[in-house]
T-cell receptor, first 115, second 114 residues
Framework: ETGVTQSPTHLIKTRGQQVTLRCSSQ?????VSWYQQALGQGPQFIFQ???????GRGNFPPRFSGLQFPNYSSELNVNALELDDSALYLC??????????????FGPGTRLTVT | AQSVTQLGSHVSVSEGALVLLRCNYS??????LFWYVQYPNQGLQLLLK??????LVKGINGFEAEFKKSETSFHLTKPSAHMSDAAEYFC????????????FGGGTRLMVKP
């Protein structure tokens, strides 16, 4: 069973640029959540995708957007990068059913540095 | 709305000593509670979780946590620290009906002295 993978591992961008981060969910999982973890802080929820639709969003501006594909992999796009966007971006996949709690499995993250 | 407070951003213990990491939560619905561990340059690994039922929860690597509703706490303990326990620990809460969105505390860095 393959776990959650993310690419790239690290990247450096310049303020104002755009970036795309990718996540492959664990086999059998239909839900992907994205979190931003600034240095020295806990992760913060960005948004979640379930069956290719956004299924919840945290307190992040519209320049943070995402996609989920039919194979349940996902992309996080950030436009007009700001210095404060520098962080570790974590993807978590899970298998959402009719209700109740489902466990989220985290990938290793993508370290984004904005200069 | 939900929130998590982890008291002590840094905790230092000697190898073999008791580990106690504190977590207090606020939730408007019955909470599901989690502890995650993060090693340097890695993602989050689930240590244990509380959903319903028994309030004392045992996890991996000898860790356990007790859900105390009256104190809105979910402290993490381990009887005897090992050098390999040095890492960042995060407490998280979800209400289960908000897409299982996790709200994390700020984290506690555990240092283990030989």
């Amino acid at each position: 069973e393959t776990g959650v993978t993310q690419s790239p591992t690290h990247l450096i961008k310049t303020r104002g640029q755009q970036v795309t981060l990718r996540c492959s969910s664990q086999s059998g999982h239909n839900t992907v959540s994205w979190y931003q973890q600034a240095l020295g802080q806990g992760p913060q929820f960005i948004f979640q995708y379930y069956r290719e639709e956004e299924n919840g969003r945290g307190n992040f501006p519209p320049r943070f957007s995402g996609l989920q594909f039919p194979n349940y992999s996902s992309e996080l796009n950030v436009n007009a990068l700001e210095l404060d966007d520098s962080a570790l971006y974590l993807c978590a996949s899970s298998s959402q059913g009719a209700g109740g709690l489902y466990e989220q499995y985290f990938g290793p993250g993508t370290r984004l540095t904005v200069t | 709305a939900q929130s998590v407070t982890q008291l002590g951003s840094h905790v230092s213990v000697s190898e073999g000593a008791l580990v106690l990491l504190r977590c207090n939560y606020s939730s408007s619905v019955p909470p599901y509670l989690f502890w995650y561990v993060q090693y340097p340059n890695q993602g989050l690994q689930l240590l244990l979780k509380y959903t319903t039922g028994a309030t004392l929860v045992k996890g991996i690597n000898g860790f356990e946590a007790e859900f105390k509703k009256s104190e809105t706490s979910f402290h993490l303990t381990k009887p005897s620290a090992h050098m390999s326990d040095a890492a960042e620990y995060f407490c998280a809460v979800t209400g289960g009906n908000a897409g299982n969105m996790l709200t994390f505390g700020g984290g506690t860095r555990l240092m283990v002295k030989p």
